[in-house]
């Protein structure tokens, strides 16, 4: 009960359209999509283009509420029903809202709906008595037997050769590292400006 209480009191002081984890996802494309350049557009479908050279096809309902009908050819916001850095981009370049075109499974409405209804303790003096054993071993006890080997015998995990996975391994880490980036914002509120030790509603 006092967890449901603390995720209950923590929806209330939240600010943001979007729920914590959602509004994190969200700032993380957000940010990506500053990489990205909108190369044409019409109306409410466009080509957004990456660094790479790369181009997506971006469609936005005339609806924003309508968020299965987002669509990139990323895939990203058709399955996660969330924008993904190609729609944040082309929608801040025709100056619309991004976050109406989040699905409302990640709405703080949604959030805070789930924790309106208090739940009742289950009192333990009321339940019936289980009748359920426990399951059967189905494997012997102890530390796995190993078979031996004979000697001249190669093992199956022999090492592969440049060609094989090693050497993929060895072209891949020549590459240059991928550098994740944080995005820094106050788990109380939502606010960017401030982190959670700074936050005036968390006192």
Known sequence: MMHFHMRASAALKWQHALAPHSYELFLKAVESARRLNVSSAGGLAGLVTTTSGKTFEVKLPANPSDSEAVSCSCGYANLMLLPCAHVCCFAV???????????????????????????????????????????????????????????????TGSKTGPSGSA??????????????????????????????????SSH
């Not at 020549?174 to 982190?195: E, I, L, M, Q, Y």
Request: glycine share 8%; charged share 25%; aromatic share 8%.
């Open 93 to 155: 370049s025709q100056r619309l809202d991004v976050v109406p075109y989040s699905g409302a499974y990640y709405k703080t409405n949604q959030w805070r709906d789930t924790c309106k209804v208090p739940y009742v303790p289950v009192s333990r003096d009321n339940l019936d008595a289980s009748t359920i054993e426990a399951p059967v071993l189905g494997k012997k006890r102890g530390r796995p037997q190993v078979k031996g080997r004979e000697a001249g015998q190669r093992g």
């Open 167 to 200: 050497g993929q391994l060895e072209a891949s880490s020549s590459s240059d590292p991928f550098v994740p980036f944080t995005v820094s914002f106050c788990r109380s509120c939502g606010d960017t400006a401030h982190t959670t030790k700074q936050c005036s």
